[in-house]
C-alpha cells in the first residue's frame, strides 16, 4: 500500500486506517480474521478509542495481536470523552491511557487523540499530560480529533512537540471543508466557513488529517452505498468503479485520497469484504474529472 508522514513524525504510514470502533462484539476468531485481512492488505495503522464499545474494543484487539506482531503495528487510541463530559485534565488523559494499555496488552502506544473539545481545557495541563507520557515512553506522538484551527493552536503554543493529527468528520457526503473553499463570497449555506478554515490551516502546519466516517452522511446517519436517498451519487460511483474495476465503496475512497491534503480515511466497516475494498483505494488515483464529477453527484452544486 502507498503510504504517506504521518504529520511531521517522521512514521511512514498507510494511506488507509483501519478503524477498530465496531469489533467490540468479535470472538477471537473473527478478530484474528480482521487483524490479519488489513495486515494481509499492508494495512498495519489500527485506530481504537478508550470509549468504543466500552472500552472493550481494545480488549477485543489485545487478544488478537501477539506481542511479536506489536513493532509491525501502528496503534491510536483517543481519550477525553467521559459521560456528560469532556475531560482534558491531567489525570483522566494518564488514567485513560494506563486503561488503553492495559486493555491493548502493549507498552506503549504509537499515537494518542484528544478525542473531543472540551471547553474547560487548560493548554499547560495538557502539556504536563503529554511530556509525562511521552518521558515513561506510554505515548511517542500526539494529536487531535474534531478540533478547530485555533484550537489546535492554543494547544500548540504549550507543547513540546507539534501535533501531529486531526481526525475529523468527511465524506463526500459530509464535506463542510471542501465546500467552503469552493464557495468562497457567496450568498449560500455552502459558502458558511463552519471550521474556521481547518483542512488549510492542517496542509500548512502539516497535520495529517483522518477522516471518520467516509462513507455516512449527516452525523451516523447512515451509509450513502447503495442508499436509494441518493440515486445520482451511487450512479456515478458505480460507473466509475466500472472503469476501474472496483466497488463503489472503493471509489468513494479514492475519492477523499484524490485530494492534495494527503489524508488517511478511518475504515469503519467488520466487513472483510468491504474492508479489502477500502484498502483497494490506495491503488486507484482519480481524474479530476471524475472527482468533480463525484462531489457533484453527492448534490453539491459548483459557483
Known sequence: MKKIELGKTGLQ???????CM??????????????????ENEANFFDHADIYGGGQSEVVFGKAVSASMRDKLFIQTKCGIRPGQFDFSYEHITASVDGSLQRLGTDYIDVLLLHRPDALMEPEEVARAFDDLKAAGKVRHFGVSNQNPYQMQLLQ???????????????????PMIQAGINVNMYNDSAINRDGGVLDYCRLNKITIQPWSPMQYGFFEGCFIDNEKFPALNETLAEIGE???????TVAFAWILRHPAKMQPVTGTTNLTRLQDCIKAADICL??????????AAGNVLP
Open 157 to 175: 503554543s504549550c507543547l513540546s512537540a507539534p501535533l501531529c493529527v486531526n481526525q475529523l468528520q468527511f465524506s463526500v457526503m459530509h464535506a
Open 287 to 296: 481524474t479530476r474529472e471524475e472527482w468533480y464529477a463525484i462531489y457533484r
Open 13 to 19: 504510514v498507510p494511506t488507509v486506517a483501519v478503524g
Open 22 to 39: 465496531r469489533i467490540s462484539d468479535m470472538n477471537e476468531y473473527e478478530a484474528s480474521a480482521f487483524v490479519n485481512t488489513a495486515l
Open 243 to 249: 472503469r476501474y474495476g472496483v466497488s463503489k465503496t
